[in-house]
């Protein structure tokens, strides 16, 4: 099994095509093809389920998947270490985001690491806070910014960024507007607006009202921030959300409203990093500038 038939195995299982993963590679379609079946015929069982619509990851794929992007990772880290030593920084950062993470400016951020350290890459991907932490944890990602997570059997490390109560946001004709208070009895039976449950605004919200004993209806669920707030201009429902969500551009017009009475509402923002040895140069130093920007 060599490193380059691992590389393809992974371009095809995230592509799920295998012209695009043979641009993505740069290699001729039949000599990703050839790759592939070589690895398969090695390990005796297939990887993939082919049709002539889609590719898919059998049990086994899905396996190796896991293994394979460890393995991709570990070796890359390898070669950066050696870089470091030698003073250089070369190679690929792979960052992760979830959007509008409280106690961040990532582009700020990002911009003197590329002025720091010109020869490395930088790979930005924005996704879910679950998503992120499994980013992290299979070595697809470096480094991820995201709501403070307590996963299951989670070997990594979390830096608190930031921490923020939780807010409800609603057009100024609702009946909650007049007050700047509402106690969480009030809300039940309300339509809210909030995002897919992967996201970690989502995930505050939903642990405050299990905290309080109420149960809500997600009537509309987004995955942007601007859809959020169109949605509670137009009165389609309302939004518990992290306090400088109210404070966007897009916010204004909006009522903020504290929720009160039993049950915490705070939403954490955190550095999602995985075991120390395993961190890469580039996280490293990636960290560095963080905790120079924020004194900490």
Do not use: N
Not at 55 to 80: N, Q, S
Not at 102 to 125: K, N, S, T, V, W
Not at 145 to 156: C, H, I, K, L
């Amino acid at each position: 099994m060599e490193l380059r038939q691992l590389e393809h195995f992974v371009a095809v299982a995230e592509e799920r095509h295998f012209t695009r993963a043979a641009e993505r590679v740069a290699v001729s379609q039949s000599g990703l093809s050839a790759s592939v079946r070589a690895l398969e015929q090695e390990l005796r069982t297939p990887l993939f389920s082919r049709t002539t619509r889609s590719v898919r990851l059998t049990e086994a794929g899905r396996a190796l998947l896991v293994e394979a992007e460890r393995t991709l990772a570990g070796v890359r880290a390898a070669k950066e270490a050696v870089d470091a030593v030698r003073g250089l920084l070369r190679g690929t950062l792979s960052v992760g985001v979830e959007q509008c993470v409280a106690g961040l400016r990532l582009p700020r951020l990002l911009a003197a690491f590329h002025h720091a350290h010109p020869h490395m890459e930088i790979r930005l991907r924005q996704e879910g806070t679950a998503r992120l932490v499994e980013g992290v944890a299979g070595g697809r990602l470096d480094i991820a910014f995201a709501a403070t997570v307590d996963p299951v059997g989670w070997r990594g490390k979390l830096v608190p960024l930031a921490r923020e109560p939780m807010v409800l946001l609603c057009a100024p004709g609702h009946r909650l507007a007049a007050a700047d208070r509402a106690a969480w009895g009030e809300l039940s039976g309300e339509p809210f607006i909030d995002f897919h449950p992967d996201f970690g605004p989502r995930r505050a919200a939903d642990a405050a009202f299990s905290a309080a004993g109420v149960r809500r209806t997600v009537a509309l669920e987004v995955t942007d921030v601007h859809s959020l707030l169109e949605l509670v201009h137009e009165q389609l429902g309302i939004a518990l959300v992290p306090h400088h969500f109210s404070r966007k551009p897009e916010a204004r017009g909006l009522v903020a409203v504290r929720p009160e009475g039993a049950g915490e509402a705070y939403y954490e923002s955190a550095v999602v990093l995985p075991e120390a040895r395993a961190l890469s140069p580039g996280a490293r130093a990636l960290m560095a500038l963080l905790r120079d920007e924020t004194g900490s």
